[in-house]
């Protein structure tokens, strides 16, 4: 019986995003009118500071931010944009980097060949699929290379898109842009998705046939696979095979995956031995080193250790940012710490520069499975009083929170507050449980006035 090949993979989330981004330079002429103010510009540090704080508002609102940095006299360079949107990629903001993106269109900034597999990458997570195959259809041929259909091809692994992904995959081989690890990789990936673990071996055989070495991440894979299969002897065959490879094969994060793989098959003794060789390889100036070692520790439910590592991260840099915070605060709920998760998250708020939400999603949630409804409920205006709003997870627990309890009414009034913001942004549909539920509700209520404006909602969402 195969393991379930997702959970193995969880932690390396942030190594599959490896795209290149490599910066292009802008023609500064499509900006001289910034110059003719004659005032000091800015550093670009300070509009990214803007961006950040844009938080979740919806399309439009990074192009007003750049416009209003330009008029106030300052200037900025492409290559500071795709840095921007670099750091957007990594916090999950796709759609302000794609914003970003459109904006440098705008303005005339050229764009690279590695730009346009950014923004097709970009155009599949906030557009979906086919508006990035007809965004690679229109480009010029000599763009069609292997940065871009390497990008084209992530997207089908992403979507699970099996014969789409193999079938390009083989077009790829065809036309020799298969030159390095990287769309072996994605190939990897897409079978663990899938649930076919068994194909992956096989593909790490046609890498060493076709003499393209493999990185630290086709291990982990390859390890991942075996683990799916219940063959923990392969896969500490292939650690050991990357021990004795030498060099620098065996970093932090191979030291990681293997942790990661003894915690999901009970393997707690030969977890936390992993664990400590993480800690002896990692890199201390490397946040992520910290965040993984802060999840694992919480996966042994090993609490003491859990606030080790925060300690240490906390004195190791100045500044703790929103995404350590969201590290320890999903590890403290997933300990079911209440108390600590409280504290932390308060710590969080009394110092946040820029307020995220995702952050008190996580305390939402714990509040919701207690049953601790007015807490949540206080947050909310609480959250609101801080200029911020819900986004679509904030909603999607409220919403099943008040559905679970049969309370229909004001599982309702999220519903509406949601798809209200999803006419806007059209980037959230309610699942079809949701959907029948609340159809379940108006006949029960006799409500046909009601069940017809929520159809006409759903319309709204569906309509290009």
């Known amino acids: 019986m195969a393991r379930d090949p997702g959970g193995a993979l969880w932690w390396s989330s942030a190594l599959a995003r490896r795209l290149s981004t490599a910066a292009a330079e802008g023609r500064e002429g499509s900006l001289s009118a910034a110059w003719a103010t004659g005032r000091v510009a800015a550093p670009p540090k300070q509009l990214y500071r803007r961006l950040s704080a844009l938080g979740g ?43 970003l993106m459109e904006w440098m269109d705008t303005r005339g900034m050229n764009m690279s060949h590695s730009n346009y597999a950014v923004r097709l990458d970009l155009i599949c997570r906030v557009e979906g699929i086919q508006s990035a195959d007809k965004y690679f259809a229109s480009f010029p041929e000599p763009a069609k290379n292997l940065l871009t259909h390497g990008s084209l091809l992530n997207c089908y692994c992403t979507e699970k898109m099996e ?18 690890s990287l769309p072996y990789n994605n190939m990897m990936s897409l079978y663990m998705r899938v649930g076919k673990p068994e194909k992956v ?14 990185n630290d991440f086709t291990y982990s894979i390859l390890m991942n696979s075996y683990a799916a299969l219940n063959d923990f002897e392969a896969v500490e065959r292939t650690f050991k095979e990357i021990e004795r490879s030498g060099g620098d094969k065996a970093k932090w994060s191979i030291y990681s995956n293997l942790a990661s793989l ?25 946040r992520q080193c910290f965040h993984f070692l802060i999840t ?169």
């Open 296 to 464: 694992l520790y919480a996966g042994l439910g090993k609490l003491e250790e859990v606030n080790r590592i925060w300690a240490t991260l906390k004195s190791t840099f100045p500044l703790t940012l929103n995404m350590s915070y969201l590290t320890m605060l999903q590890s403290l709920s997933r300990l079911d710490q209440l108390d600590a998760l409280e504290r932390c998250f308060h710590e969080w708020e009394s110092g946040c520069v820029a307020y995220d939400i995702r952050l008190a999603n996580i305390l939402f949630c714990a509040y919701l499975r207690r049953d601790k409804v007015a807490e949540a409920e206080a947050l909310r205006k609480k959250v609101a009083g801080r200029g911020s709003e819900p986004d679509f997870r904030t909603f999607e627990m409220f919403i099943d929170y008040y559905i679970n309890k049969q309370d229909m009414a004001r599982a309702l009034e999220y519903m509406q507050e949601a798809m209200s913001k999803a006419e806007k942004t059209r980037v959230w549909k309610p699942s079809k449980s949701k959907v029948d539920a609340f159809s379940k509700y108006f006949e029960e209520e006799d409500d046909a006035a009601a069940a017809e404006e929520f159809q006409q909602w759903l319309k709204k969402l569906e309509a290009e």
């Open 163 to 180: 014969e789409e992904a193999s079938a390009f995959f083989d077009k790829m081989k065809e036309q020799k842009l298969v030159s390095n």
């Open 262 to 286: 003894y915690i999901s098959a009970g393997l707690a003794d030969k977890a936390e031995g992993a664990l400590k060789k993480v800690e002896e390889n990692m890199d201390r100036g490397d």
């Open 201 to 214: 071996p096989f593909l790490m055989e046609e890498m060493a046939e076709r003499k393209i070495p493999p």
């Open 57 to 99: 508002q919806p399309k439009g609102a990074v192009a007003r931010a750049m416009n209003k940095w330009l008029r106030e006299g300052n200037t900025v360079r492409a290559a500071d944009v795709m840095k921007f949107v670099k750091e957007l990629r990594k916090y999950r903001r796709f759609g302000h980097a794609l914003e």
